[in-house]
């Protein structure tokens, strides 16, 4: 039996009665990625100094009353981390280490969480299957033939391979949600503005949110505790009051009213997928909740819309790296082919590929027809959504149309692949929480259930998801 089979608050209690330590716990971490990450790939770098960390704090651990005081925390490697290397899965910042902490893993720090290492994602966070890293691919580790989802790809693996107890990530348009739901494992992309975003690498700055991803939902309210509220070193922080979102788990539904989109329930959702959301919606109302099918018109402009605004975004974030500054700098005799071979070297494909289409969608002549048309469609499903709550707790659905496709399978077709964040993208372009729980399972591999919420009322996701997740049988570990 692992240590990592206990949740936060069974494994913190251990820890105050003397009965494990902190260097357990991280040993247990490291001898696990020892055994299965050759095959899983979650990690791109380890750090060295966690042991030495784990001895000082094993003296403290009986006195510490925070429940994350000596556990072991992955982060995606596009969150910074002061003398711990963050490369984004690109060669680009291939030997980049920063020098200082984001908001987040200062205050898991201050918490007492140890940092294992940093995980592998999608280069620059741009792709739904974690193939676009650019030193290896995550796999599932339910099948490793199958991706894990992206672009959170190496946190939700590494949280279902036992590798940590849980990790961070970001979620942009879907890419903390998915490999969630690929995974079998539990993820939050929080309120925009919940967490601060200081010190993450930004892709697509109006879009981005760091949120957790453990294997319950308790463990996932425990994390957000700690990470969420407001942060001067962020613009976007918002100045709202956080609660204790453990305190909302363990309220029965009865009385609530979801909605279920009939657009998330549309041609294309896989049938072993429609049979387990279908089933989960049985659960929900057994639980005492009422579920009635609505529509949200907006929701199908909502691929296009994203894909034009989060690519101009990332076309202007990505103009800082220029070979001059930090990173890759390649060999050249002007300024201007310093510019151009250090970019051409240093990004892959994929960030290619939408560095050129958010250019084109901000160039003279286009910028009315697609960026300033796309921010009025986002405009236009905020209303819509806005709407739909005025009458309900919260909406349900699957969290991604299929499970867990095959790597490669969708390597050639870029516009199928971005097509898997269907159901995740109007939650980021409104900028409300959205919770990822395992509904189930199709064909042996995962199913998610997404739970989308008003702003700030993350509470009210942890309480459905949980009443959920205890109804279903909670967490299942996939066999390696």
Not at 257 to 280: D, N, S, T
């Amino acid at each position: 039996m692992s240590l990592f089979d206990h949740g936060v608050a069974k494994l913190h209690t251990l820890l105050k009665e003397g009965e494990v330590t902190v260097t357990d716990l991280v040993k247990e971490s490291f001898e696990r990625i020892e055994a299965t990450d050759d095959q899983i790939g979650a990690f791109l770098t380890l750090n060295e100094e966690a042991f030495e960390q784990a001895k000082r704090m094993d003296e403290l651990a009986k006195t510490s009353d925070n429940p994350l005081f000596g556990m072991p925390i992955g982060v995606k490697d596009n969150i910074v981390t002061k003398g711990m290397r963050t490369t984004c899965a690109s060669t680009f910042l291939e030997n980049f280490v920063p020098a200082h902490d984001a908001t987040v893993v200062e205050r898991l720090h201050d918490a007492g969480a140890v940092t294992i290492g940093k995980l592998n994602m999608d280069e620059f966070a741009m792709g739904s299957s974690n193939e676009n890293s650019a030193f290896k691919p995550v796999r599932n580790p339910w099948d490793p033939t199958r991706v894990p989802g992206g672009s959170s790809g190496g946190s939700a693996a590494s949280v279902a391979a036992g590798q940590v107890l849980f990790s961070l990530g970001s979620d942009t348009g879907g890419s903390i949600r998915q490999p969630a739901a690929y995974c079998g494992v539990v993820g939050m992309k929080p309120t925009y503005g919940l967490v601060s975003r200081f010190g993450l690498v930004a892709f697509a700055s109006s879009l981005d949110q760091i949120g957790p991803l453990t294997r319950t939902v308790e463990d996932n309210a425990y994390l957000l505790n700690t990470i969420a509220g407001h942060c001067d070193m962020d613009s976007t922080s918002a100045e709202v009051e956080v609660p204790d979102y453990t305190a909302a788990l363990n309220q029965d539904l009865t009385g609530m009213k979801f909605a279920l989109p009939e657009e998330f329930m549309a041609e294309g959702v896989a049938p072993g997928v429609r049979e387990q959301i279908e089933q989960a919606i049985e659960t929900l109302k057994s639980l005492g909740a009422t579920i009635e099918t609505v529509s949200i018109p907006s929701v199908k402009y909502a691929l296009s819309a994203y894909y034009l605004l989060a690519s101009s975004e990332a076309s202007s974030n990505l103009a800082r790296f220029d070979g001059i500054r930090y990173g890759r700098r390649a060999e050249a005799d002007t300024l201007d082919e310093v510019f151009t071979y250090s970019r051409e070297q240093g990004f892959g494909d994929e960030v290619k590929r939408r560095i050129m289409l958010g250019t084109y969608a901000l160039s003279s002549g286009y910028y009315d027809a697609f960026y300033k048309k796309a921010q009025q469609v986002r405009t236009l499903m905020k209303q819509d959504f806005a709407k739909v709550f005025e009458e309900y707790d919260a909406i349900v659905g699957p969290t991604a149309p299929t499970t867990a496709f095959k790597l490669g399978e969708q390597l050639d077709d870029p516009l199928t692949m971005y097509a898997n964040d269907i159901m995740t993208i109007p939650v980021n372009l409104v900028g409300i929480p959205a919770i990822s729980v395992p509904a189930g399972l199709s064909e042996g591999l995962p199913v998610g259930l997404q739970i989308i919420g008003n702003y700030f009322d993350e509470s009210t996701l942890y309480r459905v998801a949980h009443a959920f997740e205890q109804a279903n049988g909670g967490f299942k570990m996939p066999q390696l």
